[in-house]
């Protein structure tokens, strides 16, 4: 399957009646009463100025072409309504055009803005409610911080803005001046390494959007809900799903007017208990998470039609959780139902997804640490009578520490028979070796000796050679004693 990323790089030229082909735009002619045009997939560069366009055009598609620039008999059409500007090499977009007053939907997707289209910020245009700036990955290039402060004091009027994958991050305070979206979305399921990262919500600019009512935040590396996260109290949509979400606030659940909550592909361990709370919630994605459980007031949401809840780590659900028209249970730690209505169920609710396995799923099996608490008596002893046994050897070969025995050879002359080529095992290696024998310990537990330890052994296995001198002393000193 080819990624975003892939895509951004390769051609962009689609397939429209099968062939493209190039056009000479100065042949280009329509009549009067036409009103919709579509040229895309023509590898056109320009459009020449002698082009005319029907007086009432509205409706005009350049999409998959090779524009590096809006042509100018484009920016002099004053009747457009819906202008498509996609997938092609357009850098700026900054020059006010005719119809700035006129249009209502304006796709700038996919092409190679280095900078906003200033004059949507300038005149915010009136009957403007549809912009589309996604995969724009070089939009933040030309805001300078004179350029990015002059933009912050602009509120654009537009209603639905996509602005998904481009590269917000340290920018990411320009979405402040959508503060009258009604839909946002700034990330999409395609996974691409041109995401916006916000980190988490709500983040510097979307705290300004509190109008908002469909919020998109897919792969956009969230990792924290913050509690003021039901300042977005007219929140009807939210998508959070592809991120690294741990757990969410108990404050979520203020959010009285969500419908739809989407939070697959994340971390969550469990559901805040007020969950209740949301009566009007409608549809629920939960899937490939790591819920362990529900809250048990989960089955006061009357109006709840749609709940998956599959991949995640249940061992029970409440029985009344099947009363919904679609839902999915398979992959969890218990036996999913297998009676024909359930059937039904999963089948609705997987219509158009891919790749999934039904049934129970396969509990891990997690080996005991070496640093578990659970020690038996037997073993508690056992380790006991090893060091006792490890001190006993170890005396008999100490040197006297009494005084009046400094004089005597057996304290001046190594102790050769403690001479061993490998060093003898710790306590607790010992009995690591006898249970990875019986198979109780995985290998990674056979920690080696301290390196300290291996030289203290040594030292006193292979001493120092000594050299024999004459003096006042007969003993068996170096000239270093």
């Given at each position: 399957m080819?990624?975003?990323?892939e895509k951004l790089t390769g051609e962009k030229n689609g397939l429209t009646n099968g062939i493209t082909k190039d056009v000479d735009s100065s042949y280009l002619n329509w009549a009067e009463h036409i009103t919709i045009i579509d040229l895309s997939n023509k590898n056109l560069k320009n459009i020449d100025e002698k082009t005319k366009f029907p007086p009432n055009l509205y409706d005009l598609s350049l999409s998959h072409n090779n524009l590096s620039e809006v042509p100018n008999v484009v920016l002099k059409l004053d009747k457009i309504r819906h202008l498509d500007l996609s997938y092609n090499s357009i850098t700026y977009f900054d020059d006010t055009p005719s119809f700035c007053h006129t249009i209502?939907?304006?796709n700038l997707s996919w092409?190679?803005?280095a900078g906003p289209p200033y004059w949507v910020w300038l005149e915010s245009p009136k009957n403007l409610s549809e912009l589309n700036l996604n995969y724009n990955v070089n939009i933040t290039n030309?805001?300078?911080?004179?350029?990015i402060e002059e933009l912050l004091n602009y509120s654009v009027k537009v209603a639905n803005i996509k602005i998904a994958n481009c590269r917000l991050h340290t920018n990411v305070d320009l979405i402040c001046t959508f503060e009258r979206a009604k839909s946002l979305e700034l990330g999409v399921a395609n996974f691409s390494s041109f995401c916006n990262v916000l980190e988490e919500i709500p983040c510097i600019g979307l705290d300004k959007c509190c109008d908002i009512e469909r919020l998109n935040l897919q792969n956009t590396r969230i990792y924290n809900i913050k509690a003021n996260i039901d300042m977005f109290m007219h929140l009807v949509e939210i998508d959070l799903s592809m991120n690294n979400i741990g757990g969410l606030p108990k404050e979520f659940c203020n959010l009285e007017k969500l419908e739809i909550c989407i939070l697959s592909y994340n971390n969550l361990l469990y559901l805040p208990d007020d969950i209740n709370?949301?009566?009007k919630l409608v549809r629920l994605h939960m899937d490939n998470n790591e819920l362990c459980m529900l809250p048990d007031r989960i089955i006061e949401l009357k109006s709840l039609e749609f709940v998956d809840l599959y991949n995640n780590c249940l061992n029970e659900v409440p029985d009344e959780i099947q009363n919904v028209k679609e839902l999915d249970l398979a992959q969890n730690y218990f036996d999913e139902p297998d009676n024909e209505e359930y059937l039904v169920k999963k089948e609705k609710l997987r219509i158009n997804i891919t790749d999934r396995y039904d049934g129970r799923k396969v509990e891990r099996v997690r080996q005991d640490s070496e640093h578990?608490?659970?020690?038996?008596d037997d073993e508690e002893e056992f380790l006991k009578s090893i060091e006792e046994n490890n001190k006993t050897v170890y005396q008999q070969y100490?040197?006297?520490?009494?005084?009046?025995d400094w004089d005597s050879d057996k304290y001046w002359v190594p102790c050769s028979e403690l001479h061993c080529t490998t060093p003898s095992l710790s306590p607790w290696m010992f009995y690591v070796k006898q249970k990875m024998a019986e198979g109780n310990f995985c290998p990674m537990d056979a920690h080696t000796v301290p390196i300290v330890e291996l030289v203290k052994y040594e030292?006193?296995?292979?001493?120092?050679?000594?050299?024999?001198?004459?003096?006042?002393?007969?003993?068996?000193?170096d000239d270093d004693s």
């Amino acid at each position: 399957m080819e990624t975003a990323d892939e895509k951004l790089t390769g051609e962009k030229n689609g397939l429209t009646n099968g062939i493209t082909k190039d056009v000479d735009s100065s042949y280009l002619n329509w009549a009067e009463h036409i009103t919709i045009i579509d040229l895309s997939n023509k590898n056109l560069k320009n459009i020449d100025e002698k082009t005319k366009f029907p007086p009432n055009l509205y409706d005009l598609s350049l999409s998959h072409n090779n524009l590096s620039e809006v042509p100018n008999v484009v920016l002099k059409l004053d009747k457009i309504r819906h202008l498509d500007l996609s997938y092609n090499s357009i850098t700026y977009f900054d020059d006010t055009p005719s119809f700035c007053h006129t249009i209502e939907a304006l796709n700038l997707s996919w092409n190679h803005l280095a900078g906003p289209p200033y004059w949507v910020w300038l005149e915010s245009p009136k009957n403007l409610s549809e912009l589309n700036l996604n995969y724009n990955v070089n939009i933040t290039n030309s805001l300078t911080d004179i350029y990015i402060e002059e933009l912050l004091n602009y509120s654009v009027k537009v209603a639905n803005i996509k602005i998904a994958n481009c590269r917000l991050h340290t920018n990411v305070d320009l979405i402040c001046t959508f503060e009258r979206a009604k839909s946002l979305e700034l990330g999409v399921a395609n996974f691409s390494s041109f995401c916006n990262v916000l980190e988490e919500i709500p983040c510097i600019g979307l705290d300004k959007c509190c109008d908002i009512e469909r919020l998109n935040l897919q792969n956009t590396r969230i990792y924290n809900i913050k509690a003021n996260i039901d300042m977005f109290m007219h929140l009807v949509e939210i998508d959070l799903s592809m991120n690294n979400i741990g757990g969410l606030p108990k404050e979520f659940c203020n959010l009285e007017k969500l419908e739809i909550c989407i939070l697959s592909y994340n971390n969550l361990l469990y559901l805040p208990d007020d969950i209740n709370k949301l009566k009007k919630l409608v549809r629920l994605h939960m899937d490939n998470n790591e819920l362990c459980m529900l809250p048990d007031r989960i089955i006061e949401l009357k109006s709840l039609e749609f709940v998956d809840l599959y991949n995640n780590c249940l061992n029970e659900v409440p029985d009344e959780i099947q009363n919904v028209k679609e839902l999915d249970l398979a992959q969890n730690y218990f036996d999913e139902p297998d009676n024909e209505e359930y059937l039904v169920k999963k089948e609705k609710l997987r219509i158009n997804i891919t790749d999934r396995y039904d049934g129970r799923k396969v509990e891990r099996v997690r080996q005991d640490s070496e640093h578990s608490n659970d020690i038996t008596d037997d073993e508690e002893e056992f380790l006991k009578s090893i060091e006792e046994n490890n001190k006993t050897v170890y005396q008999q070969y100490d040197p006297p520490s009494s005084p009046e025995d400094w004089d005597s050879d057996k304290y001046w002359v190594p102790c050769s028979e403690l001479h061993c080529t490998t060093p003898s095992l710790s306590p607790w290696m010992f009995y690591v070796k006898q249970k990875m024998a019986e198979g109780n310990f995985c290998p990674m537990d056979a920690h080696t000796v301290p390196i300290v330890e291996l030289v203290k052994y040594e030292n006193k296995c292979n001493p120092k050679v000594w050299v024999e001198v004459e003096g006042q002393f007969d003993d068996y000193s170096d000239d270093d004693s």
